[in-house]
């Protein structure tokens, strides 16, 4: 498998994964570059308010990690900015001292088995 086809395995992933979390669409965009120090970027835009963006997005990576491929998740909003800088430092620090988070297979053998 090459690397152009895990990514896009990986989007479609965590395009129907948001979907579900959010109970419905709300990514604008989502697109991929390579940055010369973190490496693979998946940058995501939501349609959504600061507050909402911020949520889902920090749902979004507590809950899956990449087994075999390195990538960073970026979030992006096109809504309204409607929280103070503490609590976007209070995101960044969840984002920084997160738990460990679950394989995507694993997300979907447990959603199976119920």
């Known amino acids: 498998m090459t690397a152009d086809n895990i990514i896009n395995d990986i989007i479609s992933f965590i395009s129907k994964y948001i979907k579900e979390l959010a109970g419905r669409d709300v990514i604008e965009e989502i697109r991929t ?5 973190y490496g693979t970027v998946i940058e995501i835009t939501f349609d959504l308010d600061t507050k ?3 949520d889902l997005g920090l749902k979004l990576i507590k809950s ?14 096109t809504g309204e900015n409607n929280v103070t800088k503490d609590e976007i430092e209070d995101y960044l620090i969840e984002v920084i001292y997160r738990p460990k988070a679950k394989e995507p297979s694993d997300i979907s053998e447990e959603r199976d088995k119920r």
């Open 33 to 37: 570059y390579k940055d010369p120090d």
């Open 64 to 77: 899956i990690t990449f087994k075999d491929y390195e990538a960073i998740i970026n979030v992006k909003w």
């Open 52 to 54: 909402e963006a911020l």
